[in-house]
């Protein structure tokens, strides 16, 4: 009986916890293919923002009709800022983390303007739910993990595999992990140090705009001023967590959806807690995924205090630090 | 992120208005007045920004060249608060509405600028120059607790609410308890998000209400995500706002008509300008009707909402009627106590039968 109560309670915080964290999955990894090669984007904010913007005037204004090219406009248009950032910090080599500021900064207000008069306006140009069917209808255990839509999938499955695959079983990988903790060696056997970082910068930032892209495409079918609401945040700490490795960030971003779940689905079905009330419970619960996500990022930190320092878990070593050949 | 807001300020009106500014006669009245609006969201929200902003644009359309009007959108509750009022005195304002209760970051700057008139939505804050004015919406909830009671199988209406005050207990005591008048059994289940205009929260509360079997769902939310959502789920739903019946289109049921800030706008300002304007000591309220039907609403169901409309208008149905208790089973009201719309802007406790919200 309990244990039912307790699956039944999982599942449906993994159920609502998959779809909502889905952008954090995305800008998490974006960022994590930077941080990789050695540059900290702290702009995930305002490329959320931009990619989510770009694919509402993609629907509402060029009249496209198919969300996978509005995800691509809007992961085009995440690019080109993160051309620009890339072009500052890796060319120009000044301050990762005061551009980044800027890009977060920046993105936000420039997205809010480009949403004026658009606030609001439903978008019905949106991923659909996949339905495998058979076996799968009417379980519930299963139908937490199926029936989301295809970018759910791309986002928890394919993009974790696929980068897997290339940082830890291939040569690629290799010269990516070289840049990011030792680029003076790499650049030395002859991998081009500013060009990878610029191609992973911009990669990665336009895998932030598929996040901020899916927000009003699935999840909430809208735009609204200052839409990422701390989520890229949140992606650049699910980074930490992870440890750098994609498939730990799958296990931080969930950890926040569930968090953020809890919020709506302990009031919906009237979990509480004896001490407090239940407008009490209200605000703890909006508190606890940002109380979480400060806690899963000191795990990782706490872990190498303790002496117990695994390399896997450890920044690149060359993170946020500009390469220049004549200084190495 | 309210410091990154859209700062922008829009002029409307005529710009001839300026020149006759400050002339005043001795009886205090004036040619032409400046009157600005500080929103809490954009002014294009298909909500309640929107509303104001359309009673601003009615208030110009009714003053003509005697009113120059301006608005400040997206100013949320931070310090920057407090400078934008004070920026919109420093520019020359007669009075200045604002959209949502900004309590102390408004009054420190009302209580500086003696000149200048204030009123406050939904506020609390009572001075020479500033008075509270709002909806009196415990009898709109109602009705469409009257409809979701006879829409509904279940008797079960969920409710995306924004803080446990007394807009969300008005809104959730109307709908049980009309919804309780058709049928006994009926339940409202809240979800608090803690704020108003965050589509996102909007929608994982949804979510959650839909996932969990509400039959109807309402909310605050000063945008239609909800609407979409129940749409989708094949859920009856309805707005606090507008019409906003394209957001779902089989399943709309009514909303809370606004349109009643238009006049109280105009009139506000032709008191700046006949220099009759005197601020309160209670609020005022005004009226909000329940909005026209979505298209599937049975016309008995329709008819049964407008009857019980009437007998809330007449003083012959009370909204609060005793014996009612809180929902921590405490007796409220006693058997034939009853509660006005200036008793219930003040109530601070949600009926029997509410869940997901406590008394303050």
């Known amino acids: 009986m309990i244990l039912a109560i307790i699956e039944n309670a999982f599942l449906s915080l993994i159920g609502s916890a998959i779809p909502a964290s889905a952008v954090v999955m995305l800008a998490a990894t974006g960022a994590m293919l930077g941080e990789r090669v050695g540059v900290l984007n702290l702009g995930q904010e305002g490329l959320i923002g931009i990619g989510a913007v770009y694919s509402v005037i993609a629907v509402l204004s060029w009249g496209v009709e198919s969300p996978w090219l509005a995800m691509l406009i809007g992961m085009m248009a995440a690019a080109v800022a993160g051309l620009i950032f890339a072009v500052c910090v890796v060319a120009f080599r000044a301050s990762q983390v005061l551009v980044g500021l800027a890009l977060a900064l920046g993105g936000i207000g420039l997205s809010n303007q480009l949403g004026v008069n658009r606030n609001g306006t439903p978008i019905q140009t949106l991923f659909r739910e996949v339905n495998p069917g058979g076996v799968l209808d009417n379980n519930d255990a299963l139908s937490a993990f199926f029936f989301h839509d295809p970018v759910v999938y791309i986002a928890y499955v394919g993009l974790p595999v696929v980068l897997y695959f290339v940082l830890f079983r291939t040569r690629h990988g290799m010269n990516m992990k070289a840049v990011g903790e030792n680029p003076a060696a790499a650049d030395a056997v002859g991998v081009s140090v500013t060009g990878w970082r610029i191609f992973y910068s911009v990669l990665g930032a336009a895998l932030t705009g598929a996040g901020g892209a899916y927000m009003v495409l699935s999840f909430t079918p809208t735009w609204s001023p200052d839409i990422a609401r701390g989520r890229g945040w949140v992606a650049l700490a699910v980074v930490i967590f992870a440890g750098w490795r994609p498939g730990w960030a799958v296990a931080g971003a969930l950890l926040y959806g569930s968090m953020i779940s809890l919020d709506t689905t302990a009031q919906a079905r009237g979990w509480g807690l004896p001490f407090m009330g239940a407008s009490d419970l209200s605000f703890f619960l909006s508190m606890l995924p940002y109380v979480v996500t400060l806690v899963a990022i000191l795990i990782p930190a706490g872990a190498v205090k303790l002496g117990r320092r695994v390399r896997s878990t450890a920044a690149p070593a060359a993170l946020a630090i500009p390469y220049s050949r004549e200084e190495r | ?360």
């Not at chain 2, 300020?9 to 205090?28: F, N, Q």
């Not at chain 2, 709908?175 to 589509?199: H, I, K, M, Q």
């Not at chain 2, 809330?312 to 921590?328: A, F, K, R, T």
């Open chain 2, 1 to 360: 992120m309210g410091a990154v807001g859209i700062g922008g300020l829009a002029i409307g009106g005529s710009v001839l208005a300026a020149c006759g500014d400050d002339e005043e006669d001795a009886s205090g009245a004036k040619e032409s007045i400046k009157a600005a609006w500080v929103y809490i969201g954009p002014p294009d929200d298909n909500g309640w920004t929107q509303e104001h902003d359309r009673g601003r644009l009615a208030a110009q359309a009714a003053l003509g060249d005697r009113l120059e009007t301006s608005f400040v959108p997206n100013i949320e509750f931070d310090a920057g608060t407090t400078e934008t009022f004070q920026q919109l005195v420093d520019d020359g304002n007669d009075i200045i509405f604002a959209n949502t209760e900004y309590a102390g970051l408004l009054t420190e700057v009302s209580d500086n600028a003696p000149d200048t008139k204030f009123c406050e939505i939904n506020g609390h804050y009572y001075s020479d120059n500033l008075f509270p004015f709002y909806l009196a919406h415990e009898t709109t909830a109602y009705q469409l607790g009257v409809a979701a009671g006879h829409l509904t199988e279940n008797g079960r209406i969920g409710y995306i609410g924004a803080f446990p005050t007394a807009t969300a207990f008005n809104d959730v005591n109307g709908l049980l308890l009309g919804a309780r008048s058709v049928n006994p059994d009926a339940t409202v289940e809240t979800v608090l998000v803690s704020t108003f205009f965050d589509p996102q929260k909007a929608a994982q509360a949804a979510n959650a209400l839909l996932d969990a079997g509400v039959g109807f769902l309402f909310g605050v939310m000063d945008e239609p995500t909800f609407l979409q959502l129940s749409e989708e789920a094949g859920v009856w739903t309805g707005y606090w706002n507008l019409d906003f019946r394209s957001a779902a289109p089989t399943k709309y049921v009514s909303h809370f008509d606004l349109s009643e800030f238009g006049p109280f706008y105009t009139e506000q300002c032709q008191r700046v300008l006949d220099g009759t304007w005197v601020s309160q000591d209670e609020v005022w309220l005004l009226d909000t009707p329940i909005g026209d039907f979505g298209p599937n609403v049975p016309q008995d169901v329709q008819d049964a909402v407008l009857d019980v409309g009437a007998q809330l208008d007449s003083g012959e149905l009370h909204v609060y009627e005793g014996p009612l208790n809180d929902n921590e089973g405490n007796q409220r009201l006693a058997a034939g106590e009853t509660l006005d719309s200036l008793q219930a802007y003040a109530i601070d406790w949600p009926v029997e039968g509410v869940s997901g919200i406590s008394p303050v």
